[in-house]
Structure formats: C-alpha cells, structure tokens
Nanobody, 125 residues
Framework: QVHLVESGGGLVQAGGSLRLSCAAA?????????MGWYRQSPGMQRDVVAT???????NYADSVKGRFTISRDNAKNMVYLQMNSLKPEDTAVYYCKAEGGGYEGGKYYPPQAYWGQGTQVTVSS
C-alpha cells in the first residue's frame, strides 16, 4: 500500500508563497503512477488543484494556472506543489493523492487511489 505524508502548509499573507511536499512510502513491489494535489474548503467538495503523471505531464485547475507548479521526484517518491501569488481563496486543506498498485506481504493490491492526511494552507488578506 502507499502511505502519504504532506508537509509545508501554514499561514501566509496574500501575494506570498508556500511549497508543499508529499512523501510517498510503499513496498519495493509497489508502483506509484499518477500523483496530484487536491484541496477542500469547509463545506465544499474536494477539488483537484494539479496532477502529474509518472512521465511528468501536468494538468492544472484554471484557478491556479500560472501561479502553482507541480513537480515530482520519482527516485524519492516525492511530489511538490510550489504556490506563488497566493490569494485568500486558496485557503483550504491540501491533500496529496497517489495512484498505485502492486504486491505487499504476498498480497496483490490492484491500482487504487491513496490519500494523505492533509495540510492546512491559510492565506490572509
């Protein structure tokens, strides 16, 4: 299975920057494919922010294009989200997501989505 741990959230003023990191831990027989960042505000659904394939192809929500950059280090099983020109409406809990599958403990796990615990990002006006 894949265990995800996010870090880097916090409080920042509008116009500032933050960099989120997500470490993915899995067994040696597990493959991690697409990864991404999602966010959820109170009372709202969880929405995609940015995704990145194992080959590095990226996709962004319109609201963050030109301000956020997603990247990954496949050797370290890390995914990052550089957030610049932050706005109060970017305030949310940010979640890391990874899709992976493989063998662990002699059991086969088909490809599925795994989520981190989330990290709070608060942008003050």
């Amino acid at each position: 299975q894949v265990h995800l741990v996010e870090s880097g959230g916090g409080l920042v003023q509008a116009g500032g920057s933050l960099r989120l990191s997500c470490a993915a831990a899995s067994g040696t027989l597990f493959s991690i494919n697409d990864m991404g960042w999602y966010r959820q505000s109170p009372g709202m659904q969880r929405d995609v922010v940015a995704t990145i394939t194992i080959g590095g192809r990226t996709n962004y929500a319109d609201s963050v294009k030109g301000r956020f950059t997603i990247s990954r280090d496949n050797a370290k099983n890390m995914v990052y989200l550089q957030m610049n020109s932050l706005k109060p409406e970017d305030t949310a809990v940010y979640y890391c997501k990874a899709e992976g599958g493989g063998y662990e403990g002699g059991k086969y796990y088909p490809p599925q989505a795994y989520w981190g615990q989330g990290t709070q990002v608060t942008v003050s006006s």
